[in-house]
T-cell receptor, first 111, second 112 residues
Framework: GQQLNQSPQSMFIQEGEDVSMNCTSSSIFNTWLWYKQEPGEGPVLLIALYKAGELTSNGRLTAQFGITRKDSFLNISASIPSDVGIYFC???????????FGQGTRLTINP | DGGITQSPKYLFRKEGQNVTLSCEQN?????MYWYRQDPGQGLRLIYY???????QKGDIAEGYSVSREKKESFPLTVTSAQKNPTAFYLC???????????FGQGTRLTVV
């Protein structure tokens, strides 16, 4: 079935650094979603992308829908402690209204 | 305020007992979903429902059951047939035709 592969699996950075993570698939997706999950909570939608090549920002977060429609990227600029969490990419399975999720990228920030 | 409410947040059950997790939404969303999350892993789809009185199995439906008698509610029953029920369970909902799902805060089920 359709699967999403996220990398890296975990990141350990200093406060103030920029962060980049990506998500790839062997299948084409028409929508890419990026979620953040904090410990013990449900994921929160950060950014939704609907068109190949689209670049969308939400504050210090920027996400891009890859031209091939098989990948997406999330960047966080000037990281702060509250950015800590697990970031998931997700996309809808073709022909069905259900999402498939990547394994997540766990972000840890050293103050 | 509109949102998705899961209850309880923590649940403990003895092995062999069925347990039902509650999920209620007042967002007027047609579609609702149940996901399971294990430590260090992504979300896996258990069941989903696009309209009232209809639901479909996800990738890991064995040992679970659901009902959708009302638009607002989508309870999940973890049965004794589920071999490894201890996990974090997440409910989500979305507007029909939209892929953007909104999540509840989750229920952590521990079976002892």
């Amino acid at each position: 079935g359709q699967q999403l592969n996220q990398s890296p699996q975990s990141m350990f950075i200093q406060e103030g650094e920029d962060v980049s993570m990506n998500c790839t698939s062997s299948s084409i997706f028409n929508t890419w979603l990026w979620y953040k999950q904090e410990p013990g909570e449900g994921p929160v939608l950060l950014i939704a992308l609907y068109k190949a090549g689209e670049l969308t920002s939400n504050g210090r977060l920027t996400a891009q829908f890859g031209i091939t429609r098989k990948d997406s990227f999330l960047n966080i600029s000037a990281s702060i402690p509250s950015d800590v969490g697990i970031y998931f990419c997700a996309g809808p399975i073709q022909g069905a209204q259900k999402l498939v999720f990547g394994q997540g990228t766990r972000l840890t920030i050293n103050p | 305020d509109g949102g998705i409410t899961q209850s309880p947040k923590y649940l403990f059950r003895k092995e062999g007992q069925n347990v039902t997790l509650s999920c209620e939404q007042n967002l007027n969303h047609d579609a609702m979903y149940w996901y399971r999350q294990d430590p260090g892993q992504g979300l896996r789809l258990i069941y989903y429902s696009q309209i009232v009185n209809d639901f479909q199995k996800g990738d890991i439906a064995e040992g679970y059951s659901v009902s959708r008698e009302k638009k607002e509610s989508f309870p999940l029953t973890v049965t004794s047939a589920q071999k490894n029920p201890t996990a974090f369970y997440l409910c989500a909902s979305s507007i029909r035709g939209s892929s953007s799902a909104f999540f509840g805060q989750g229920t952590r089920l521990t079976v002892v």
